[in-house]
Protein backbone atom coordinates (compact mmCIF):
# COMPACT_ATOMS: atom_id res chain seq x y z
CA UNK A 1 0.00 0.00 0.00
CA UNK A 2 1.20 3.57 -0.72
CA UNK A 3 -0.45 6.22 0.96
CA UNK A 4 -0.01 9.90 0.04
CA UNK A 5 -0.23 12.90 2.15
CA UNK A 6 -0.71 16.48 0.83
CA UNK A 7 -0.34 19.47 2.68
CA UNK A 8 -0.33 23.71 2.55
CA UNK A 9 -3.65 24.47 1.52
CA UNK A 10 -5.34 27.70 2.75
CA UNK A 11 -7.25 30.92 1.91
CA UNK A 12 -5.23 33.64 0.25
CA UNK A 13 -5.89 36.76 -1.59
CA UNK A 14 -5.84 37.25 -5.16
CA UNK A 15 -2.12 37.85 -6.22
CA UNK A 16 -0.94 35.95 -3.02
CA UNK A 17 1.04 32.75 -3.16
CA UNK A 18 1.18 29.53 -1.52
CA UNK A 19 3.44 26.15 -1.30
CA UNK A 20 1.64 22.20 -1.54
CA UNK A 21 2.89 19.22 -1.03
CA UNK A 22 2.50 15.83 -1.22
CA UNK A 23 4.32 12.97 0.20
CA UNK A 24 4.31 9.53 -0.51
CA UNK A 25 4.69 6.41 1.94
CA UNK A 26 4.25 2.46 1.96
CA UNK A 27 5.62 -0.24 -0.39
CA UNK A 28 7.24 1.97 -2.76
CA UNK A 29 10.22 0.39 -5.18
CA UNK A 30 9.93 3.52 -7.57
CA UNK A 31 8.04 6.71 -8.52
CA UNK A 32 7.19 7.32 -12.13
CA UNK A 33 5.35 10.59 -13.18
CA UNK A 34 3.98 12.59 -10.23
CA UNK A 35 0.60 15.06 -11.08
CA UNK A 36 -1.45 17.43 -9.66
CA UNK A 37 -4.69 17.74 -10.31
CA UNK A 38 -7.46 20.49 -9.04
CA UNK A 39 -11.73 20.15 -8.85
CA UNK A 40 -13.63 23.35 -8.90
CA UNK A 41 -17.16 23.18 -7.74
CA UNK A 42 -19.68 21.77 -10.51
CA UNK A 43 -16.42 20.61 -12.67
CA UNK A 44 -14.74 17.63 -13.59
CA UNK A 45 -11.13 16.83 -11.97
CA UNK A 46 -8.71 18.33 -14.16
CA UNK A 47 -4.92 17.51 -14.32
CA UNK A 48 -2.52 21.00 -14.99
CA UNK A 49 0.47 19.61 -13.72
CA UNK A 50 2.40 17.41 -14.13
CA UNK A 51 6.30 15.98 -13.82
CA UNK A 52 8.27 12.82 -14.67
CA UNK A 53 11.08 10.61 -13.26
CA UNK A 54 13.48 12.83 -14.79
CA UNK A 55 12.28 16.11 -13.63
CA UNK A 56 10.39 17.20 -17.17
CA UNK A 57 7.59 19.54 -16.21
CA UNK A 58 4.28 19.70 -18.31
CA UNK A 59 1.37 23.21 -17.14
CA UNK A 60 -1.86 23.41 -18.11
CA UNK A 61 -2.03 26.96 -19.96
CA UNK A 62 -4.10 28.05 -17.42
CA UNK A 63 -1.32 27.96 -15.21
CA UNK A 64 1.49 28.53 -17.09
CA UNK A 65 3.83 31.05 -15.83
CA UNK A 66 2.57 31.37 -12.19
CA UNK A 67 2.83 27.48 -10.99
CA UNK A 68 5.71 25.80 -10.93
CA UNK A 69 5.83 21.82 -9.72
CA UNK A 70 8.85 19.93 -8.69
CA UNK A 71 9.72 16.66 -7.19
CA UNK A 72 12.52 15.64 -4.50
CA UNK A 73 12.73 12.11 -5.49
CA UNK A 74 15.00 11.18 -1.81
CA UNK A 75 11.58 12.43 0.01
CA UNK A 76 9.32 10.48 -2.23
CA UNK A 77 7.48 14.19 -2.79
CA UNK A 78 6.01 16.65 -5.55
CA UNK A 79 5.67 20.41 -4.70
CA UNK A 80 3.64 22.79 -6.32
CA UNK A 81 4.72 26.44 -5.75
CA UNK A 82 1.28 28.67 -6.54
CA UNK A 83 2.09 32.37 -7.20
CA UNK A 84 -0.48 35.33 -8.58
CA UNK A 85 -3.47 33.32 -7.65
CA UNK A 86 -6.27 34.36 -8.77
CA UNK A 87 -10.41 33.63 -7.85
CA UNK A 88 -10.43 31.06 -10.61
CA UNK A 89 -7.94 29.14 -9.07
CA UNK A 90 -9.88 28.29 -6.34
CA UNK A 91 -10.66 24.41 -6.03
CA UNK A 92 -9.88 20.92 -4.12
CA UNK A 93 -6.21 20.11 -4.90
CA UNK A 94 -5.33 16.22 -5.12
CA UNK A 95 -1.50 15.24 -6.08
CA UNK A 96 -1.38 11.78 -8.19
CA UNK A 97 1.58 9.13 -8.32
CA UNK A 98 2.50 6.44 -10.67
CA UNK A 99 4.68 3.67 -8.61
CA UNK A 100 5.71 0.51 -8.58
CA UNK A 101 5.07 -1.72 -5.21
CA UNK A 102 7.90 -3.29 -4.04
CA UNK A 103 5.27 -6.22 -3.42
CA UNK A 104 4.84 -6.96 -7.01
CA UNK A 105 6.90 -4.35 -9.73
CA UNK A 106 5.73 -5.21 -12.30
CA UNK A 107 2.38 -3.41 -13.16
CA UNK A 108 2.63 0.74 -12.66
CA UNK A 109 -0.25 1.44 -10.10
CA UNK A 110 -1.79 5.03 -9.00
CA UNK A 111 -2.45 6.81 -5.73
CA UNK A 112 -4.12 10.08 -4.90
CA UNK A 113 -4.09 12.21 -2.02
CA UNK A 114 -6.84 13.12 0.02
CA UNK A 115 -6.98 16.58 -1.27
CA UNK A 116 -6.24 20.09 0.08
CA UNK A 117 -8.71 23.02 -0.34
CA UNK A 118 -7.17 26.42 -2.23
CA UNK A 119 -9.46 29.15 -1.93
CA UNK A 120 -8.57 32.74 -3.49
CA UNK A 121 -10.38 35.68 -2.25
CA UNK A 122 -11.31 38.54 -4.82
Known amino acids: QVQLVESGGGLVQAGGSLRLSCTAS????????MGWYRQAPGKQRELFAG???????NYADSVKGRFTISRDNGKNTVYLQMNSLKPEDTAVYYC????????????????WGQGTQVTVSS
Open 96 to 111: KVEYRDKRLTTYLRAS
Open 26 to 33: GTIFTIND
Open 51 to 57: ITSGGSA
